[in-house]
C-alpha cells in the first residue's frame, strides 16, 4: 500500500511558477511509474504528466507541454511537478498517483494523493 501526499499549492498570478511536490510512503516508491492529473472547476478529471520509473521517459498532456516539467526523486520518494508560465486556465486541484508497472501510457492508476489545490489569477 503506497500513501501519496502532496504539497505545494497555492495562489499565484499568471506567468508564475510553482513546484508540486508528491511525498510517498510504504510500497516501493522506485517501483512504480508516477503520474500528476488535476481536475479544474466543474471539469473532469483530466492527466497531466507520467514518469517512468527511472525517470528516464516522460509523457505529457498537450495542453502542459513545454512548460510543465515532471520529475523524480528515488532516493527521497518524492515526485515533483515544476510549473512554468502559469495560465488561469491551469487553475485545479492537481493530484499525484502511482501505479504498478512500467508503462506511461497508461492512465489507470493504483494510488491517488488528497490533492492540492492551484490557483492562478489572470
Known amino acids: 500500500q503506497v500513501q501519496l501526499v502532496e504539497s505545494g499549492g497555492g495562489l499565484v498570478e499568471a506567468g508564475d511558477s510553482l513546484r508540486l511536490s508528491c511525498a510517498a510512503s510504504g510500497g516501493t516508491f522506485s517501483m512504480h511509474v508516477m503520474g500528476w492529473f488535476r481536475q479544474g472547476p466543474g471539469k473532469e478529471r483530466e492527466f497531466v504528466a507520467a514518469l517512468s520509473r527511472s525517470g528516464g521517459s516522460t509523457t505529457y498532456a498537450d495542453s502542459v507541454k513545454g512548460r510543465f516539467t515532471i520529475s523524480r526523486d528515488n532516493a527521497l520518494k518524492t515526485a515533483y511537478l515544476q510549473m512554468n508560465t502559469l495560465k488561469a486556465e491551469d487553475t485545479a486541484v492537481y493530484f499525484c498517483?502511482?501505479?504498478?508497472?512500467?508503462?506511461?501510457?497508461?492512465?489507470?492508476?493504483?494510488?491517488w494523493g488528497q490533492g492540492t489545490q492551484v490557483t492562478v489569477s489572470s
Open positions: 498517483a502511482a501505479r504498478m508497472g512500467w508503462r506511461i501510457d497508461v492512465r489507470e492508476y493504483d494510488y
